[in-house]
């Protein structure tokens, strides 16, 4: 099996929705884009930080869907991760109400021996300067390496951001990220100032309305699946991101046809992760779902017309 190497956080997430709330639950990028991933066919590690107060049975969650934790270092006396959020009633805006970096702070990514030759790297929303240190471990040139990343980022490192753009081959961003690190309002226009910076391939998540795909002059769309009830967008954008780079990384194709795929089986399991809240939906998932629901997405963009 090929294997995906995931950084990210491993985190307590708290969050307030119109429909509800939650005391302390499992989050994280790191964690969305491994539960996501874990639907593939494939070996997968995450490399991540967190305290000893984080529960065992959060990490047991993770080793059952075959997930590597050797690299998930817990450092005693520290604590995990922790970001505390309250959504509007459009659920596509929200506050941060808390963040505590706590163990995050000080992380010095280390990735296990047996993963510096990952054939596939998934850099979750980190500082650009860890995500550079992760590359900087590899034995072997992966056949992709994709990057998050965020506007707090373009804010505060942005030397460090472009540094590490030029060694990576996708990058996935909202189109407010896109607008803000291009300086474009089209989304044409700016993911083609995006590939100048490095990027190979442009990802632009719209959320609600689906995500773009840029190659050079190439384009496609993918739909957001329109759904009865949204409970909570809490990692709807990691789940897509593991689910794009775990089918890339199950089929061994890194071509635009193939990724126009790999779009679709994002967007199919980030679906999923909206109808509850946190993780909840994703440590439930079963493959008859998501395999049902690829037929729902199929019927949706599906059509003929006569020319």
């Not at 990514?109 to 590359?135: R, W």
């Not at 961003?173 to 995006?194: F, H, P």
């Not at 635009?256 to 909840?280: P, R, Y």
Request: charged share 20%; net charge negative.
């Amino acid at each position: 099996m090929n294997k995906l190497l995931i950084v990210g956080t491993v985190a307590f997430d708290a969050i307030e929705t119109p429909f509800g709330k939650t005391d302390k639950i499992l989050g994280g990028a790191g964690t969305y884009i491994g539960l996501s991933a874990s639907h593939f066919n494939l070996k997968s590690a995450i490399v991540s930080v967190v305290g000893d107060d984080f529960p065992q049975e959060y990490i047991d969650l993770l080793t059952a869907r075959n997930i590597d934790v050797t690299g998930l270092e817990i450092v005693q006396g520290g604590k995990t991760f922790f970001w505390a959020g309250k959504y509007h009633n459009d659920l596509n805006s929200r506050d941060t109400l808390v963040t505590e970096l706590n163990t995050l702070a000080d992380f010095q990514p280390k990735v296990p021996e047996h993963f510096k030759d990952a054939d596939v790297v998934m850099l979750g929303n980190l500082h650009p300067l860890v995500q550079s240190s992760v590359l900087d471990q590899l034995s072997h040139k992966p056949k992709l390496v994709v990057l998050d990343t965020m506007n707090f980022w373009m804010d505060c490192a942005l030397a460090e951001l472009l540094d590490v753009m030029k060694r990576i081959d996708v990058i996935t961003i909202n189109d407010e990220e896109a607008r803000q690190l291009s300086g474009e309002y089209s989304l044409v226009k700016a993911a083609a100032k995006i590939h100048t910076m490095g990027p190979k391939y442009v990802v632009i998540k719209k959320g609600e309305h689906g995500a773009l795909l840029f190659h050079n002059k190439e384009v496609f769309f993918a739909p957001a699946l329109p759904l009865e009830e949204v409970f909570d967008p809490t990692g709807a954008g990691d789940t897509f991101a593991g689910g794009f780079a775990g089918f890339i990384t199950q089929s061994e194709n890194v071509s635009f046809d193939n990724m126009k795929q790999a779009i679709i089986q994002g967007s199919n399991l980030a679906s999923f992760c909206v109808e509850k809240f946190g993780t909840e939906r994703m440590v439930n998932l079963q493959h008859a779902e998501v395999k049902e629901r690829l037929k729902q997405f199929k019927a949706l963009t599906q059509f003929d017309i006569e020319l």
